[in-house]
């Protein structure tokens, strides 16, 4: 397995899913459920952030 290209492909999910709940914010109708949203979104955000530090520590070693 080529574990940097796999990080890579799922770096690519965590974007698009960070998209489609920025799309979803757009048409919510409740502030509890934005406030939700915005939730899940930043999490994407950080597992965005942990896979590309996850690649950089593979590539250094
Ligand atoms: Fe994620």
Redesign the pocket.
Known sequence: MEWVTFLKVMIED?KA?IQKYGLALEAADSEELKRALERLMH??EF?VDFLEQEIRRLQAS
């Open positions: 965590e899913a999490e994407e597992h």
